[in-house]
């Protein structure tokens, strides 16, 4: 019975991080951060889905077979993310940023940020 | 228990159509490929949920196995091709 409780959790908590990342993959503005989305939690969203299905399925070969599509989506995912990610940045694309007035607000590259406000970061986050 | 397991197929199945959309409108090359990789891996989950939903694991799981496997292999290729070209992958 707690087999199946357990079952249940790792299913449901699989399904809300998949619905994290498929939510942050309409959501945010960037390749960068997109790729972010995808890697982290539609890993940790596979995991616990296909590890709440082995749970369910018991002692098995079928549920050894699930491990292994869990160990190899594991691995795989954040790899051609990555590899995504690096040919994006080799071609050339810039990262997002978020302006008001010339100053850059935000950006997913943070020497950007540092070397719009001269590095003085302290005073900015204070007003 | 089948009719759970109909549930969550169904969940996993809406789950594919926003990287499906990100596909269709994405504004870089890396945007379509980001949503390829989310939207494959969505459906390696969905074919091991099915599996549940028929009572027929032993099969599903195979082929759960070889989606896993051609999507990865396909992105890689994307990756590495779109990694030689300069600029005219960005418009």
């Known amino acids: 019975m707690i087999q199946f409780l357990l079952a249940a959790i790792f299913i449901l908590g699989g399904l809300f991080f998949l619905a994290v990342g498929s939510t942050g993959i309409i959501r945010l503005p960037d390749v960068y951060c997109r790729s972010h989305a995808v890697s982290k939690s539609e890993t940790l969203g596979s995991m616990l889905l296909l590890g709440g299905l082995a749970l369910y399925h018991g002692f098995e070969i079928n549920s050894a077979k699930l491990v292994l599509i869990l160990l190899f989506i594991a691995l795989t995912n954040p790899t051609a993310t990555h590899v995504i990610a690096r040919a994006a940045a080799r071609s050339g694309l810039q990262p997002w940023v978020q302006e008001r007035n010339g100053e850059i607000l935000w950006s997913s590259n943070s020497t950007e940020i540092e070397q719009s406000q001269g590095g003085d970061m302290v005073e900015d986050k204070e007003a | ?91």
């Open chain 2, 1 to 91: 228990m089948t009719s759970a397991f109909v549930v969550i197929a169904i969940f996993v199945a809406v789950l594919m159509f926003p990287p499906l959309y990100r596909v269709v409108t994405g504004p870089t090359v890396f945007d379509r490929i980001v949503g390829a990789s989310l939207t494959g891996t969505n459906g390696v989950l969905l074919l091991a949920v099915l599996g549940f939903v028929y009572e027929r694991i032993d099969m599903f799981v195979d082929l759960a196995i070889v989606y896993a496997l051609l999507n990865f292999v396909g992105i890689i290729a994307a990756g590495k091709y779109l990694e030689r070209r300069r600029r005219s992958a960005i418009k």
